[in-house]
């Protein structure tokens, strides 16, 4: 039966599997609902197998219109070979129940694609390979903001036996219940579940026993990889004796410290950790167990502050890609106002009814969070709870990938403000059309209307005024209205710069080419070009770049001179660079071109040439054969069917052509060219390209020049062998390697230019038409900003991420900011009395690209007048000189009162 089911759907044409696959996943789409199963599939099988039906990226498994061209129509694709998911999976990650762990730095639609099971058992059908890679779709978010997400890394938990200390793997959903996990357990470990307790055992420490109870273990905040400790009190008052189970065995456990009731600061229930900082938490019915759960989450379970050390030195453990949200996090409690407050007792504002808040939960899990790290000294918090809380309520920074630091600071200054608002009961205003009236009425009578149903001490802190005037360019229709004004995200201007994209060869077959999109400056030479390049592929001391041009499918010129000017090199060039692992200087280089025949039999050059050195002896054709393998072997494809070559060789039917520069033909020495020394890649010596080549046998010697050029014929075979894409510069392969890197720092460009720059009168784009009242229709009018009131907290957002149809950039555009006297007197049109002098008190900063950036946080303790740098887990002072870089992406202002200036002063 199932060879015949395999019979009929291999016969099954590439339009037909097309239409199957779009069915099932419509009708997948219309059930879905939790616990729905999807398969994680390679994304770059699954390309190959869209090519071959026919249908561009993504559209089987969406209903969005064919993207079919006659191009793709007119030009059969050969049959993609069985699944291969290997690429995914880490190395040796396959659990004792059979489960596979998928590399962490997976992005969707780059790495892998989503399928419904329905989709995945056909293709299975058609196809064989595998692994298989279920995952569920799981329920995300409070009830009024339900999002049904696929969870692709599920919770992996490390299970220690205190009876012998052994190590096992378990892998649950988070949305698994504490039961299931204790079932799995028991069935692990083979012991009966009433014999048996769970603790949950983070950073080594028993920080409290997990119940067999329904909470699930994302309610618990079990962290990716953190331990649980298995237990088997069977004789408990031996154990606590001896500190040993029955069976002799040590335990890997320590005796809870004693509980001390409180009452917290914000009103409810808290225990002390045994030390001198008591700790608020939230007590449900049926949660009682979990209550001591992050009564103390310093690193190894250390005490609080001793006597005398100051508060505000904590920092942040990272749970897993959260260096975003330590970064934001630590410029938020270091803000004085925001200190103030949440040390203070303000359980009376928590606004648990307001529908667009979070029930006050995160304004409480922020709160304790910010005592915790006040109270603990330099012991490093681990902000397991407050992480729950975030990703409960905002389901987009749950997981464990990297996220953006602003976006977080947003997320999180606007649900603070709700769980903290004031009005209880928002009113119903109508604004009135004040056309005509004076600017200073009408912005009064919306901050009014603002804060009768915003009132909150984010508001009171954190939120401005800014004044917005469009134009209308047909009837000159003026409107202005005034919002409110929470941070400033300003653009940067790059007027001095110039972006380029270059494509990094290996030079010696370690690893894929990769496009590194990099800033240098208008005017800089070829040596600033390489040394951006260098920080943006993190290059070693030992290695070396060589920049060169593509033209027409072959290097056309070397930059090897580093004071070439880069105004040399157009913006349309084709430029590529070459990573040795040492320097090369003197060595002969070895360039290898790319042939392949067209339809009609036409041999047609392609892609970027391969570049490496050649050392020692003249080469022989074996010799070159060994070279053209190694660099050809990072792209070769994971899931072919072919035999793999041995002994380095490629496998037969690749014909290689041979060009030497700097060297007469004549010093081209055959020294047996019979049948038997024949390569498995012929090799032919030819004057131009359109030759046909002499063929060079295994043992021909090449007396090399300067530079010696090869010529690799690709046959269908090598095309299904190895994936030629990655040779090629096309908009598309920049986009499957979603690649952005870093840029090196550059000319100065002032914080006051950017804020002039968003100021600054624009039209609207043409997808933002303003819908002018008089003309009653949709117009391009024009937009002009202006700063009406500021707030005590300025936040100043720069805009360093850019994003386009195939790229994802990141300005690293050095910005020379104030950090003293900031003075926006000049830019506030309400003169209200208020200061307009801002003091830099805190920046969130982003290094690298936007595939491995890291986020860290400089912060200023205002008593100490002193700076520090806040790196997860890592504190240490700097010095405030230090503090102004190309990274910095946040900056945290506090306005300066004219009694702090005279205190200053003296």
Same mark, same amino acid.
């Given at each position: 039966m199932d060879n015949q089911a395999a019979t009929s759907c291999s016969a099954c044409s590439?339009?037909? %599997?097309?239409?199957?696959?779009?069915?099932?996943?419509? %009708?997948?789409?219309?059930?879905?609902?939790?616990?729905?199963?999807?398969?994680?599939?390679?994304?770059?099988?699954f390309s190959g197998w869209e090519r071959y039906v026919g249908r561009s990226a993504t559209d089987c498994l969406s209903d969005s219109p064919s993207s079919d061209s006659d191009e793709s129509t007119s030009k059969p694709v050969d049959r993609p070979g069985p699944i291969d998911n290997s690429e995914l999976i880490e190395n040796d990650s396959q659990s004792e129940g059979g489960d596979f762990d998928l590399v962490r730095t997976l992005l969707e639609g780059k790495d892998y694609v989503l399928v419904p099971q329905q989709v995945w058992e056909k293709l299975m059908q058609w196809y064989k390979g595998g692994p298989a890679l279920p995952r569920k779709v799981i329920s995300q978010g409070v009830s009024n903001k339900k999002q049904l997400n696929v969870e692709v890394y599920p919770l992996r938990l490390k299970l220690i036996d205190s009876r012998d200390e052994s190590t096992h793997i378990i892998r649950l959903s988070k949305k698994a219940s504490s039961h299931e996990l204790y079932e799995k357990v028991c069935a692990l470990r083979g012991v009966e579940r009433e014999k048996c307790l769970i603790w949950d055992y983070f950073n080594k420490r028993r920080h409290s026993r997990l119940l067999y109870s329904s909470h699930t273990l994302e309610e618990l905040n079990l962290q990716m990889d953190q331990e649980i400790l298995l237990e088997l009190p069977v004789d408990r008052s031996y154990a606590s004796q001896h500190g040993r189970d029955s069976t002799g065995n040590e335990l890997a456990v320590v005796p809870m410290e004693p509980q001390r009731s409180h009452q917290s600061i914000a009103g409810g229930s808290s225990v002390s950790n045994g030390h001198s900082t008591s700790y608020s938490l939230d007590i449900k019915p049926g949660n009682v167990d979990s209550i001591f759960k992050d009564a103390d989450e310093g690193l190894g379970g250390q005490s609080s502050s001793?006597?005398?050390?100051?508060?505000?030195? +904590?920092?942040?453990?990272?749970?897993?890609? &959260? #260096?975003?949200? =330590?970064? +934001?996090?630590q410029c938020l409690v270091h803000t004085p106002p925001l200190v103030d407050y949440f040390l203070k007792d303000y359980a009376a504002e928590i606004n648990k009814e307001?529908?667009?808040?979070?029930?006050?939960?995160?304004?409480?899990?922020?709160?304790?969070?910010?005592?915790?790290?006040w109270s603990s000294g330099r012991t490093s918090i681990a902000p397991r709870a407050f992480k729950g809380k975030l990703a409960l309520f905002a389901p987009q920074f749950s997981g464990y990938n990297q996220h953006d630091s602003q976006e977080l600071l947003a997320f999180l200054l606007d649900g603070l403000h709700e769980d903290l608002n004031r009005v209880k009961r928002k009113p119903y205003l109508e604004m009135k059309d004040r056309s005509g009236h004076p600017d200073e009425e009408v912005a009064d009578e919306s901050w009014q209307y603002h804060k009768a149903r915003n009132d909150s001490v984010i508001v009171d802190v954190c939120q401005g005024q800014y004044k917005s005037t469009l134009v209308c360019p047909d009837c000159s229709k003026v409107s202005v209205t005034f919002d409110p004004l929470m941070y400033l995200s300003l653009p940067l201007p790059s007027t001095v710069t110039r972006t380029?994209?270059?494509?990094?060869?290996?030079?010696?077959?370690?690893?894929?080419?990769?496009?590194? &999109?990099?800033?240098?400056?208008?005017?800089?030479?070829?040596?600033?070009?390489?040394?951006?390049?260098?920080?943006?592929? #993190?290059?070693?001391?030992?290695?070396?770049?060589?920049? +060169?041009?593509?033209?027409?499918?072959?290097?056309?010129?070397?930059?090897?001179?580093?004071?070439?000017?880069?105004?040399?090199?157009?913006?349309?060039?084709?430029?590529?660079?070459?990573?040795f692992p040492e320097k090369a200087t003197g060595k002969k280089k070895l360039e290898i071109l790319h042939r392949e025949s067209s339809s009609a039999g036409i041999r047609k050059y392609f892609g970027a040439p391969l570049v490496t050195y050649l050392e020692g002896e003249p080469? &022989?054709?074996? !010799?070159?054969?060994?070279?053209?393998?190694?660099?050809?072997?990072?792209?070769?494809?994971?899931?072919?069917?072919?035999?793999?070559?041995?002994?380095?060789?490629?496998?037969?039917?690749c014909s290689v052509e041979c060009e030497t520069k700097d060297q007469p033909m004549d010093d081209v020495v055959d020294e047996q060219d019979g049948p038997s020394q024949q390569l498995s890649n012929q090799l032919f010596l030819f004057e131009?390209?359109?030759?046909?080549?002499?063929?060079?046998?295994? !043992?021909?010697?090449?007396?090399?020049?300067?530079?010696?050029?090869? #010529?690799?014929?690709?046959?269908?075979?090598?095309?299904?062998?190895?994936?030629?894409?990655?040779?090629? !510069?096309l908009p598309d392969v920049y986009h499957k390697t979603g690649f952005s890197a870093k840029k090196t720092r550059q000319e100065a460009i002032s914080l006051f230019s950017c804020l002039e720059a968003f100021l600054r009168e624009e039209p609207l784009g043409p997808d933002d038409m303003w819908y002018c009242p008089n003309c009653k229709e949709h117009r391009q009018a024009t937009k002009k900003l202006d700063l009406w009131m500021l707030p005590e907290i300025l936040v100043v957002h720069m805009k360093r991420f850019s994003y386009s149809r195939w790229f994802k950039n990141k300005l690293d555009t050095f910005v020379d900011?104030? /950090?003293?006297?900031?003075?926006?007197?000049?830019?506030?049109?309400?003169?209200?009395? =208020?200061?307009?002098?801002?003091?830099?008190?805190? /920046?969130?900063?982003?290094?690298?690209?936007l595939g491995g950036g890291h986020y860290t946080a400089y912060a200023k303790l205002i008593d100490e007048d002193r700076w520090y740098s806040f790196d997860d887990s890592r504190v240490s002072p700097v010095n405030e000189e230090e503090i102004k870089t190309s990274a910095a992406y946040v900056l945290f202002y506090r306005r300066v009162k004219p009694q702090d200036k005279g205190e200053k002063t003296s």
């Open positions: 590439p339009d037909q %599997e097309k239409q199957i696959v779009k069915q099932l996943t419509r %009708e997948a789409e219309a059930s879905l609902k939790e616990g729905t199963l999807f398969f994680v599939v390679s994304a770059r099988w001793g006597k005398g050390e100051k508060g505000g030195l +904590a920092g942040l453990q990272n749970l897993g890609n &959260t #260096c975003f949200m =330590n970064s +934001a996090l307001n529908p667009l808040g979070m029930h006050g939960e995160l304004a409480l899990a922020f709160g304790e969070l910010l005592r915790k790290l380029m994209t270059v494509t990094i060869f290996y030079g010696d077959g370690r690893g894929l080419p990769m496009p590194y &999109t990099v800033s240098v400056s208008k005017h800089g030479q070829c040596k600033d070009l390489i040394q951006s390049l260098a920080v943006a592929c #993190c290059l070693r001391t030992d290695e070396s770049l060589l920049l +060169a041009e593509v033209y027409k499918n072959e290097i056309s010129r070397f930059f090897e001179n580093p004071s070439l000017l880069l105004t040399s090199i157009k913006d349309g060039e084709h430029i590529v660079a070459y990573r080469p &022989t054709g074996a !010799d070159i054969d060994v070279v053209v393998s190694r660099l050809l072997s990072p792209l070769r494809r994971t899931s072919s069917s072919m035999i793999a070559h041995s002994n380095g060789e490629m496998s037969s039917g131009d390209r359109g030759s046909s080549g002499k063929p060079i046998f295994r !043992d021909t010697v090449i007396k090399t020049g300067n530079h010696t050029k090869i #010529c690799l014929d690709w046959s269908k075979e090598e095309h299904k062998l190895y994936d030629s894409s990655y040779l090629k !510069d900011f104030p /950090i003293h006297d900031l003075d926006l007197s000049n830019y506030v049109k309400k003169k209200d009395g =208020n200061s307009c002098t801002y003091e830099l008190y805190a /920046i969130s900063n982003h290094y690298g690209g």
